[in-house]
């Protein structure tokens, strides 16, 4: 069965088709039978039941049926890097999102090396470093890189991809966390008390994020863990040279990824409007989200702006703010002035309640405003530096310190301090703060 087979299959499902009624359907029974066809014949009401641990009970968690939360396993509840989200199911009237849909991902191994995956979709175990077992070899959890499953929504335009390594757990619509998703739904109330610590209440916000620094050149990005001098821990490709960097948690999953904007600059004959290509899970990678928002000239921000923990778009037009509550392509929800044609626009969290706030840099002075609206500023103070202007948590916490960014010299103070620190990392390029709460 081809990957298109699959894709249209799972279109024509019913909105509110049931996991055992959705692994029913074709396009998925073709998958369960090519990845464990014995087994599924034996047992044909438990597709996904088809790989399981041997050396625990019956009873025990891990032989339960379904695979262990990401944040059990790498701590924050997004995809590990090198996996991505390959189908999705929701429950009703969660709870843990307000009475609305609670959105259950699985995450699956990206490659597959030089295998392939005839009709299935998914390539056997010797083809992946990610061997079924318990999670933490631990029969009271749940198993992981065991069930070699997808449900066709999300990226499909991978042909071959490895078996579930875990699963994403959020109240964000998956097509807002992976724009390759689509709408094409399932349904299971029996995961709706499906629970772990990292994920309650799964809507707080997460953070604070201990500031980490970043410095790209070109397409090329280099992070490092501390606020120190020194060499990068990581350092990987990703957009193209002439793309304007941005880094946020795009998914309140307690981690700041990074994302490139394109078309950002005026007068490039037959340039379009702005694209912006962001990453939700760390490292290298494919674009999780493609948003088209903002014009040529227009200077991309990100922020958390209603304070719901997800950090969104927005743009700003001369000292017009645009901004998005979503991360998608749409009007903005939050239209206002401030500041003057010519600043440098900043965000932070400056008074640290959880709400990104706005500002501007103008020569020396920083004027910066607590709320997402036109007003006079809350602070207003001067910091001289040379370069670029460059913001984050400095001490981890909550509130957001300001800086400047010269040539690989980052000179940084908390704000109410006029004590400064200075280290040295990057060399030249553009930089950004990322960062974790785990």
């Keep these: 069965m081809s990957t298109r087979l699959v894709a249209a299959a799972s279109r024509a499902l019913d909105t509110h088709t049931s996991r055992r009624g959705f ?3 074709a396009a998925m029974v073709g998958t369960a039978l090519v990845a464990a066809p ?19 009970s019956g009873g025990a968690r891990c032989n339960d049926g379904w695979t262990d939360f990401c944040c059990n396993i790498h701590g924050v509840n997004t995809c590990p890097p090198g996996d991505v989200v390959a189908g999705w199911w929701r429950a009703e009237g969660n709870t843990f999102c307000d009475g609305r849909s609670r959105y259950y991902m699985d ?6 090396g030089g295998c392939s995956c005839g009709g299935s979709g998914t390539c056997s175990d010797s083809c992946v470093n990610c061997n079924c077992q318990c999670n933490h070899d631990n029969c009271s959890e749940r198993k992981v890189c065991c069930t070699r499953f997808r449900y066709g929504q999300c990226n499909n335009g991978l042909p071959c991809i490895g078996p579930i390594t875990c699963r994403v757990v ?4 998956p097509w807002e966390w992976d724009s390759t998703c689509t709408t094409t739904s399932a349904v299971s109330q029996s995961t709706y008390s499906h629970n772990a610590a990292g994920l309650l209440p799964d809507t707080t916000p997460k953070g604070p994020y201990r500031a980490r620094p ?3 050149s070109g397409s090329t990005f280099q992070l490092r863990n501390a606020l120190s001098s020194g060499g990068a821990n990581q350092t990987f490709e990703f957009g193209l040279p002439g793309d304007y960097p941005v880094a946020g948690d795009f998914s309140n999953a307690g981690v700041r990824t990074i994302g ?3 078309n950002t600059r005026h007068g490039v004959a037959g340039v379009g409007n702005l694209v912006w290509f962001l990453r939700q899970v760390e490292g290298p990678g494919s674009p999780n989200l493609v948003i088209e928002y903002g014009r040529p000239g227009d200077i991309p921000v990100v ?4 304070g719901n923990g997800v950090h969104t778009i927005g743009v700003v037009r001369g000292n017009r703010w ?6 998608r392509a749409g009007e903005p929800d939050i239209d206002f002035v401030f500041g003057q044609p010519g600043d440098i626009p900043v965000v932070g969290d400056w008074n640290g309640d959880g709400h990104t706030g706005i500002g501007v840099v103008r020569g020396n002075r920083w004027i910066l405003r607590n709320a997402v609206s036109a007003g006079p500023a809350d602070r207003d103070f001067d910091f001289a530096g040379n370069g670029r202007p460059v913001t984050g948590d400095w001490d981890g916490d909550g509130g957001t310190g300001v800086g400047w960014f010269n040539a690989g010299t980052w000179t940084i103070r908390n704000i109410g301090s006029t004590a400064s620190t200075t280290f040295t990392f990057g060399g030249n390029g553009f930089p950004l703060t990322w960062g974790r709460n785990a």
């Design 303 to 306: 922020g958390d702006w209603n």
């Design 38 to 56: 014995a087994a599924y014949i034996l047992r044909p009401g438990s597709a996904y039941g088809a790989v399981v641990p041997s050396q625990c």
């Design 170 to 173: 959020t109240c964000v619509p």
């Design 322 to 327: 645009l901004l998005r509550n979503s991360n």
């Design 214 to 216: 970043a410095v790209v």
């Design 23 to 25: 692994l029913r359907r």
């Design 107 to 112: 995450c699956n191994t990206a490659s597959c």
């Design 260 to 262: 490139m904007v394109r």
